[in-house]
């Protein structure tokens, strides 16, 4: 099973969003390295569903419902896009700033690539951040 992140500006969609909608479609990436991970997403896949712009934040749990197919909407048949329910809001949203100061995710594109809008989670980063999802706010 893959793991991944999907950034997604929360005035636009968001996880209350996703939510509402019990299910939806993972559109409008573009760029070549978010859709080769986007390709390679996979029906039972899980994703961090993350709010960029001032909430910079992991904040649900989504799960792929359809692999990656052409993008319906779209002439360019490069452009793929994914099917996703909602699975679970994370009980804390585990902001950027906490990511950034715990050496597990070192290395971690989210931290090396900041703009990229769709990345592989590594097992042992996606278990350490819902570990801090589940620790109760101080």
Known sequence: MGLWLLKSEPSLYSWDDLARDKKGTWDGVSNAAALIHLRAMKKGD??????TGDERA???????????????????????????????KLANPVTLDQIKSDKAFSGWDLLRISRLSVMPVPQRMWDHLLELASASSK
């Open 46 to 51: 899980l994703a961090l569903i993350y709010h």
């Open 58 to 88: 992991a904040v649900g749990i989504a799960e792929i419902t359809r692999s990656a197919y052409p993008d319906p909407k779209q002439a360019n048949p490069k452009l793929v896009v994914v099917d996703l329910r909602p699975k679970a």
